[in-house]
C-alpha cells in the first residue's frame, strides 16, 4: 500500500458526459501527478500541482483539468468524454515538487470506460 | 531526461535471480536512474533509485556501471508475485526542473515454475 488513494476504482460512462477522479496523496506530500495509461500511449504525464498551484502540464487536453485543494487532496475533471479516453488514471505523490531526488508514490487507479 | 532502452521481456525461473538489464548512454551527471514495476493493471511501484553507487533495498538491488551508461535492476530470489513490467527511468535532479516521470515500454519479466 503507497498510502495514495483514489476513487473511484471503477467508472463506466457514456460519450459527452463529464467525470470527476479523486485523488489523496500520502501525509505529508505537496505533490500530486496525473498519469494517464491507454493501451496505445502507454502511461502518459498529464499534470502537475505542488501545494495548490499548477507546476507543470503534459500532454493534457482542454477537456481535461484538474485542482489541487487547501487539504491537498485533487480532482482530475474529464469532460466532452469521448471514447478515445477510456483509460486508467493514475494519481502519484510526492513531498517536493520540483526535485529528482523526490520518489513519487502511485495510488491504484481509476479505470474509466467511455461507451 | 535522457532516454532508457530496456529488452521488450525477459523469463526467470521462480527462486532464481532476476537481472533486468536497462542502457541509459545518454545520461548526464544529474540524472538518477529510477526503477518502478506495475502488476498487471496496478498503480506503478516505486522499487529503488541510484546515482553512481550500488544501491539495495529489502526489495532489490541495483547496480549503476562506472561510466553510467547502464545499470543492472536484481531480483535476488524471483517469485510468481514479481511477475511484471518493470520500467527504468532516468530523472534529473535539478531544482527547478519538471519532476514528472517519463515511463518507456519497459521489461515484461514473466517468473515462471
Known amino acids: 500500500d503507497s498510502g495514495v488513494t483514489q476513487t473511484p476504482k471503477h467508472l463506466i460512462t457514456a460519450t459527452g458526459q463529464r467525470v470527476t477522479l479523486r485523488c489523496s496523496p500520502r501525509s505529508g506530500d505537496l505533490s500530486v501527478y496525473w498519469y494517464q495509461q491507454s493501451l496505445d500511449q502507454g502511461l502518459q504525464f498529464l499534470i502537475q500541482y505542488y501545494n495548490g498551484e499548477e507546476r507543470a502540464k503534459g500532454n493534457i487536453l482542454e477537456r481535461f483539468s484538474a485542482q489541487q485543494f487547501p487539504d491537498l487532496h485533487s480532482e482530475l475533471n474529464l469532460s466532452s468524454l469521448e471514447l478515445g479516453d477510456s483509460a486508467l488514471y493514475f494519481c502519484?505523490?510526492?513531498?517536493?515538487?520540483?526535485?529528482?531526488?523526490?520518489?513519487?508514490?502511485f495510488g491504484p487507479g481509476t479505470r474509466l470506460t467511455v461507451l | 531526461d535522457a532516454k532508457t532502452t530496456q529488452p521488450p521481456s525477459m523469463d526467470c525461473a521462480e527462486g532464481r535471480a532476476a537481472n533486468l538489464p536497462c542502457n541509459h548512454s545518454?545520461?548526464?551527471?544529474?540524472?538518477?536512474v529510477y526503477w518502478y514495476r506495475q502488476i498487471h493493471s496496478q498503480g506503478p511501484q516505486y522499487i529503488i533509485h541510484?546515482?553512481?553507487n550500488n544501491e539495495t533495498n529489502e526489495m532489490a538491488s541495483l547496480i549503476i556501471t562506472e561510466d553510467r551508461k547502464s545499470s543492472t535492476l536484481i531480483l535476488p530470489h524471483a517469485t510468481l508475485r514479481d511477475t511484471a513490467v518493470y520500467y527504468c527511468i532516468v530523472r534529473s535532479l535539478n531544482t527547478g526542473t519538471a519532476s514528472k516521470l517519463t515511463f518507456g515500454t519497459g521489461t515484461r519479466l514473466q517468473v515462471t515454475l
Open positions: 541510484g546515482l553512481k
Open positions: 545518454t545520461i548526464s551527471g544529474n540524472e538518477y
Open positions: 502519484a505523490s510526492s513531498e517536493s515538487g520540483t526535485s529528482g531526488r523526490s520518489t513519487q508514490y
